[in-house]
């Protein structure tokens, strides 16, 4: 039977010949076509009688290249002259040990610099923060683009991945995309290349909807990546791209010993920043700022977490790189561990946690742990007015928490509290978190020395953020409800929230009292002369205005929803949570707000 050539090409092999016994498998020509070689089978079990076409020839489709023979095939060896089968082995064993090349194991001595400074590898942080075997690797090939000033081999040795490990993996079962700058290559600088890789991966993150978890130690864009033609390198699209993701999944960012420049821009996008005892955070390095005339510092001058946390550029502040990846799982398990019924203490606890005498200090973060469970701190050496946490119900579900602090300032809030708050509130808009108020204040903190801090402008942040809120909110008044900071704590004003609801220890009104009665009554006070009777008549009135004040009366003039027994908060709480929840920050068509503020 003819053997017919199935398309046009050219001849560049000929597997078999004449009396050669084959199988219908066993190829007897092979053709070129499109820079493709495609062997053709004998089609039949037999021996060749003819092959019709030589090596080079062109043929055209249904041309005959030879004829089979149809019959029983015997065992036969193959012609020298026919092609034998490629193997890819050395291929595959060349890709394997370039890829042996990006591993710590392959690096003695970086890894040992790094034991000498009591700090892990890039790859060891990755690889305690993901879930075993997760990780998928982006650009490990890559190296910096240095080629006109280093030979290539020192370059693919030294700067394995440009000096950022990424990637996609799950954390907690929950899928990511987890990056790390390499301080043992060129200090963790931004490579010309890592930026693509970061790039490629931000994009990533915003069709699939996933967190992103970045270490940024390092020292900012790297001038010495000549091989690609640039000027400033200012149109680098990564912060563009890391920003926009800002509102649409979570950004949590990571800094252990120095991060400076546009490592540190990005650090400052995330939206929590979780940093150890030894990280130094600038915007600019010891280089940049000797560059720029300012003088002559150390690394660890520039941004200490001492100064770093208390500006309130830190969320998180942790004792090492392990207590970093901890704390990473942990805050990101609010935004994706599903939810599961906790056990809390009875309710019964929560009823004496405020003191009778109400000139009398509490620690407002017992009342919080009492109240719910799981709850992680943010900013807590930032704006001490003011505690802000993520938290969960009794039912499991995430919330967040903000609470007056009235061992500072007596719960006054001031600007820093405000700006902490105000930007906690947008965090847990973006990603659809009910919010609880705790509210014990006298007001906003006001004052000569206050309006210096921009008062007016940074305590309208509350309100301005209160009421765009998307999320559910809710406030219990624990004791101080006064004037336009009470107001604050329930997104603006009483009727808001879903609910305001006070504890028995609750007390209102339009200011301090006190300072109320002494200006709505100065002339009737000023009229007494006898300083003795004045002073009975300004406390006569300051105790009217207290019992007008309190809890009861508010809730008999509907001005809140209810005084309620303290061990039934956790009912009220419940109501945050609709039973038919919307969809998630992970499915919905598009953000709720368009960014979280960096401040």
Known sequence: MPVLAPFAGTVVAIARGPDDHVSAGDALVVLEAMKMEHEIPAGVDGVVHSVDVGVGDAVDTGQVLAAVTAGSPQEDRPRADAPTAE???????????????????????????????????????????????????????????????????????????????????????????????????????????NHLKKDRLFEIAERRRV??????????????????????GLDVRAFHLFARLSGLVPLIGIASGYCFAGNAALLGCCDVVIATEDSSIGMGGPAMIEGGGLGVFEPVEVGPIDVQDAAGVVDLRVVDEAAAVGAAKRYLSYFTRRPEPLTLGTPDDLRDLIPPNRKRVYDVRTVIDKLLGDVLELRRGFGAGIVTALARAENGRPLGVIANNPTHLGGAIDADAADKAARFMQLCDAFGLP???????????????????????????????????????????????????????????????????????????????????????????????????RERAYNAAVAAAYERGKGINMAAYFE?????????????????FDDDRPADWRVRPSKRRPYVDAW
């Open 87 to 193: 193997t890819s082995s050395d291929e595959l064993e060349a890709v394997k040990a370039r890829h042996a090349q990006t591993l710590d194991a392959a690096r003695p001595n970086a890894v040992a610099k790094r034991r000498e400074q009591n700090k892990r590898t890039a790859r060891e942080n990755l690889d305690e923060l993901i879930d075993p075997g997760s990780f998928v690797e982006y650009g490990p090939l890559i190296f910096a683009a240095q080629e006109r000033r280093r030979p290539k081999e020192e370059l693919i040795e030294r700067t394995p991945a440009d000096g950022l490990v990424a990637g996609t993996a799950t954390i907690d079962g929950a899928p990511a995309i987890v990056m790390s700058y390499d301080y043992t290559v060129l200090a963790g600088t931004q490579g010309m290349r």
């Open 211 to 232: 967190p992103v978890v970045l270490f940024t130690e390092g020292g900012g864009g790297r001038p010495g990546d000549v091989d690609v033609p640039h000027v400033a």
């Open 435 to 533: 919010i609880l108020f705790l509210c014990d204040t006298p007001g906003f903190m006001v004052g000569p020395d206050a309006e210096k801090t921009g008062t007016v402008r940074h305590f309208s942040r509350l309100f301005l953020t209160g009421a765009n809120l998307t999320v559910p909110t809710g406030t219990i008044v624990l004791r101080k409800g006064y004037g336009l900071g009470a107001q604050s704590m329930a997104a603006g004003g009483f009727k808001a929230p879903l609910f305001v609801v006070a504890w028995p220890t609750a007390e209102f009104g339009g200011m301090g009292l006190e300072g109320a009665v002494r200006l709505g009554m100065r002339r009737e006070l000023d009229a007494i002369d006898d300083p003795d009777e």
């Open 560 to 576: 809140i929803d209810d005084v309620i027994d303290p061990a039934d908060s956790r009912r009220w709480i419940a109501t945050l």
